[in-house]
């Protein structure tokens, strides 16, 4: 049975399939779409906020992990809206338009302009949507939620600036890492696993992600949270920044240093480039192609991701068992299944 997964260089060529299409959409296109996912940054605050606000008081002080996990459960379900349905996300177009960038299918420039009109783009949607939907709504007005929601905006804004550029570094690694198990999976309920684990795991623990403090310190200043919005840009600048380091370097420069390693050591001149250098290439999803059309397109993308450094990494395939063969040199690495873009 085949494994309906991208990885490796395949991994790579859909991720700047994405970089590509999200350079080319209009500034009003980006900033819609910006907007739209702080429409679902929102509806998961919302969801996260009145799970882990309804525990009542005394129990949330004696047991802390019960809203952690109540937050934890609900507010990455926004990712999956934003994924599975559509919108732009700043935190993850960190690595996704840098990793386009990095293999010069777009411009410095637009790299920029994209995480800039994004980032406005999902600010006004926070704060717009905060407003309609958690504030007039009079949904946290009353205890046990109004002391949660207050509570959660003054933790925000009181840690140290390096505090929150650490803990931005985390969160960001974690859901950029969900972002590419996502689009790793080739069937929706892989995808649906993948983007919930990772920014479950940087809830539980506590980091701060910028877009989604965006909802939180917003909504709890219309609580009355004893902050200031002063406060929720100094949150804001460091765990923006935090963001980019975990989504640019950490995830992103990863992704793409492990996929086009060139070894510095002399004796390891002649190394090939390419992900076989760093893991093997598995199956993708299952499709009509023949197995000799898999392995035209799949020899079409290794020797442009390897960039014709070194010897070429040879597919080959095989009929009767449906099988592609990919035959770097002293190396010899399989999968089922058919390889295709995103």
């Not at 198990?181 to 983007?195: E, F, H, T, V």
């Not at 070194?310 to 390889?339: C, Q, W, Y």
């Amino acid at each position: 049975m085949a494994v309906d997964m991208l990885s490796g260089l395949l991994l790579e060529d859909a991720i700047v399939h994405n970089a590509v299409h999200k350079a080319q959409n209009t500034p009003d296109k980006t900033f819609f779409l910006g907007m739209l996912a702080g429409l679902w940054i929102t509806f998961g605050g919302l969801a996260g906020l009145s799970a882990a606000g309804g525990i009542p008081i005394d129990v949330r002080n004696n047991w802390p992990i019960l809203p952690k996990l109540g937050l934890a459960i609900f507010f990455p379900t926004a990712l999956h809206f934003i994924v599975l349905f559509g919108g732009e996300l700043f935190t993850g177009n960190t690595m996704i338009v840098l990793i386009g960038w990095l293999n010069k299918k777009l411009t410095l420039k637009k790299m920029l302009l994209n995480w800039f009109i994004v980032y406005i783009g999902n600010f006004c949607g926070c704060v717009l949507f905060a407003y309609l939907f958690g504030y007039l709504t009079q949904v946290f007005e009353h205890e046990p939620y109004l002391s949660y929601v207050q509570s959660i905006a003054v933790t925000k804004t009181h840690y140290g600036w390096g505090v929150i550029f650490l803990k931005g570094i985390v969160a960001n690694t974690c859901v950029c890492l969900g972002v590419i198990l996502g689009l790793a999976s080739r069937d929706a309920a892989g995808k649906i696993l993948a983007l919930w684990f990772p920014p479950v795991i940087f809830v539980l623990m506590g980091m701060e992600h910028v877009i989604a403090n965006q909802f939180f310190v917003n909504i709890g200043l219309m609580y009355g949270a004893d902050t200031t919005i002063g406060k929720m840009w100094y949150n804001q600048s460091a765990a923006a920044l935090g963001n980019l380091v975990g989504g640019a370097l950490v995830l992103g420069l990863s992704e793409h240093v492990m996929n086009h390693w060139k070894s510095p050591l002399p004796w390891h001149k002649d190394h090939p480039r390419g992900s076989l250098a760093a893991h093997d290439i598995e199956s993708t999803r299952r499709a009509k192609e023949t197995p000799s059309q898999i392995s035209s397109s799949a020899n079409s993308i290794m020797n442009i991701f390897t960039g014709h450094h070194g010897p070429k990494i040879e597919v080959t395939s095989d009929p009767e068992k449906d099988n592609v063969t990919l035959r770097p040199p002293m190396a010899s690495h399989h999968f089922n299944g058919t390889p295709q873009m995103v």
